[in-house]
């Protein structure tokens, strides 16, 4: 009985999770594949599994492709759904991070600054008394990472900071003095917040960098670049290591944006500044790693120890939030995560960083509930947008086979009616004018450059008015169709909606047009020659524009 409550439940999880769906299916047949894989994602690994093994018994009520799945392979992560925050909460949480750390960039380039004069003053010369005495103290600091103490008196403040050394200084406490040199643990959880939103990379990877880098220029723009070398263990040995590239702007944005932008608003000016207000940690504990930073407890007496090199394993965004909250447009807190501040970014920017095509969408996007309806309608508005573009252009003009049985005996009649001459329609015929879904009748006065040889994608053939395609090139046109079709499961969706969307809509209107049967035909007689012609153009390798 057990088991059947527990049957139940899941069949009845599945139907709710359906009818919120737009394209509610009527019907065991009308279930299709990418159903199961949302069940799949939202439910957990056992629930899933009761509801795949109830479908199993029934198997003559779903479609092929729903077959399949049912005794397919877990394909996803199975993980509890995460939301994307929206692009003005996004937006809040890096200016809050970016205020966090211009607050510690404002506080620690003048004590280094100051140290480094002091450094190179060792008669003080050009120092007031007070920059000598504050020198003196940073030094201290930065070598030793401790502050001026008492030495042993009978005054009972043995080991006690030095209150009288530290004021003529210029600072109230020795925490003051440390805080002056290195970053504390908000400012640099508040930099891993503003790194993964400006790289997309996880947590994780960040947490694992170094402040080793190697630099590129481009000499004609001077725009500089830093490459990363990243790790992630558990891809394995041979994929675990992947170069990262942050770009900088170049110097002619870099003019309109101020100082104040300029270091925070690119992943080049980012990990500069990360690397240079974290240089005084790095030198003082000998560790390169990037996120280091000076923890106020935990050291057990020895303050080198409160060095850190990367943020602790169990540190959340939430951390840095406690005492700043960041406020929403709503007025209420943000609640910040690494998670889904890396989510938003591949939301946003709709492309995978440092995960694969099919990763993006089968483990970021669909399990986003805040962005999967966005990310929806978005594809939706494209794929509307490409086919009002494919049906307002011109339609592929074609041959049929009766005309092309009467042109052996009347072309003048038949070119006529296409609109050619006859020595093009010979051509045409012949196969001499060919490109791949159809023949060119004329090559230098298309839409795309008149005078010139054309130079446009063979796709864009579907919409030329100098395209006319025959029997020929049917078996071409449906495997278009077919192979756009089969990469849009390896796609992004938008990716694939921009790229091929308007080409897809024509392939059918085209289908759609051939004699009853024609498609069918055309699908079983592919040539080996065709299709590798096809897969060259669909990876571009003929395009010049």
Not at 502 to 520: C, K
Request: hydrophobic share 40%; net charge positive.
């Amino acid at each position: 009985m057990s088991s059947a409550a527990a049957a139940f439940r899941r069949l009845r999880a599945f139907v709710a999770l359906l009818a919120q769906s737009e394209r509610r299916p009527v019907s065991g047949r009308a279930l299709l594949e990418s159903d199961l894989t949302l069940a799949r994602v939202r439910f957990s690994g056992r629930d899933f599994g009761v509801l795949r093994s109830v479908l199993r018994r029934n198997l003559d009520a779903w479609s092929e492709e729903v077959r399949r799945e049912l005794f397919t392979p877990g394909k996803v992560r199975v993980s509890t759904t995460v939301e994307s925050y929206s692009l003005a909460d996004f937006y809040s949480i890096l200016a809050a991070a970016r205020e966090e750390v211009r607050r510690a960039r404002d506080r620690i380039r003048p004590n280094l600054a100051m140290l480094q004069r002091w450094r190179e003053s060792p008669d003080g010369a050009g120092l007031t008394p007070a920059e000598i005495q504050r020198g003196a103290v940073l030094d201290q600091a930065a070598r030793t990472v401790d502050v001026p103490r008492w030495s042993p008196l009978p005054t009972g403040r043995a080991g006690q900071p030095n209150m009288s050394v530290l004021r003529r200084a210029g600072f109230e406490s020795g925490t003051g003095v440390l805080h002056s040199l290195f970053l504390t643990q908000q400012e640099i959880t508040a930099f891993m917040v503003l790194m993964i939103g400006v790289t997309g990379q996880n947590a994780g990877t960040l947490n694992r960098l170094t402040d080793h880098v190697h630099h590129a220029t481009d000499p004609s723009e001077r725009i500089s670049a830093t490459i990363l070398e990243t790790v992630k263990p558990r891809r394995g040995p041979f994929a675990a290591h992947t170069d990262v590239v942050l770009a900088d702007l170049p110097p002619w944005l870099h003019e309109g944006a101020g100082r104040r932008d300029k270091d925070l608003r690119t992943p080049f000016g980012v990990h500069a500044l990360l690397v240079e207000l974290g240089a005084p940690a790095r030198e003082a504990s000998g560790d390169r790693g990037l996120f280091a930073w000076y923890a106020t407890s935990g050291g057990k007496g020895q303050m080198w120890r409160q060095l850190r090199s990367a943020l602790n394993a169990k540190a959340t965004a939430l951390d840095w939030t406690r005492s700043r909250p960041v406020v929403g447009a709503d007025g209420l807190a943000i609640p910040v995560s690494f998670q889904r501040m890396r989510l938003s970014f591949v939301q946003h920017q709709d492309r995978p960083v440092a995960h694969t095509a099919n990763t993006l969408a089968d483990q970021y996007q669909i399990r986003d509930r805040g962005g999967l309806a966005r990310y929806q309608e978005k594809v939706a508005d494209v794929l509307d947008e490409q086919v009002r573009h494919a049906r307002a252009t011109t339609a592929l003009s074609f041959l049929t086979s009766q005309q092309v049985r009467d042109a052996r005996t009347d072309p003048v009649r038949v070119a006529g009616q296409v609109g050619v001459r006859v020595e093009v329609l010979e051509q045409v015929l012949e196969g001499s004018a060919d490109t791949v879904l159809s023949a060119c009748t004329d090559n230098l006065s298309g839409p795309t450059g008149a005078g010139q040889p054309c130079r446009a994608s063979f796709l864009l053939c579907l919409g030329c008015p100098c395209a006319l395609a025959t029997p020929a090139h049917w078996s071409a046109i449906v495997h278009t169709h077919d192979e756009l079709v089969n990469r849009k499961q390896d796609m992004v969706q938008l990716d694939w909606a921009v790229r091929f969307g308007s080409a897809h809509q024509r392939l059918a209107d085209v289908m759609n047009r051939l004699p009853a049967g024609a498609v069918e035909r055309a699908r079983s007689a592919v040539a080996d020659h065709v299709s590798v012609a096809v897969t060259r153009m669909l990876d571009g390798e003929w395009d010049r524009t």
